[in-house]
C-alpha cells in the first residue's frame, strides 16, 4: 500500500512552482500544501502540490544564480 509520504520529494529537491513561476527547494508538507524555501535566501511560500513539477536545466541555472547573488549582496 502506497502512503502520500511516499510520493514527497527529498528534502532540498529542487521544483519549479508553475503558478508562482518560481523555484524552490522542498522543505516539506502541511495540510496538503507544499512549502518551499527559494534558494540563497530563506524566503519561503506554499504551493499547491498540482502546480509543482521537477526542476529542469533552466530553473537549476535560475537557483544557482539566485544562490550566487544572495551570497554577494552579503559581501561588505
Known amino acids: 500500500m502506497s502512503t502520500a509520504r511516499e510520493n514527497l520529494p527529498e528534502i532540498g529537491e529542487l521544483l519549479h512552482d508553475t503558478a508562482a513561476d518560481r523555484v524552490g527547494e522542498f522543505r ?30 533552466y530553473e537549476h541555472v535560475r537557483a544557482e544564480a539566485a544562490k550566487l547573488n544572495a551570497r554577494r549582496r552579503r559581501l561588505p
Open 28 to 57: 516539506g508538507a502541511t495540510a496538503g500544501q507544499w512549502t518551499l524555501r527559494a534558494p540563497g535566501s530563506g524566503g519561503e511560500w506554499e504551493a499547491e502540490p498540482g502546480s509543482v513539477a521537477p526542476a529542469g536545466t
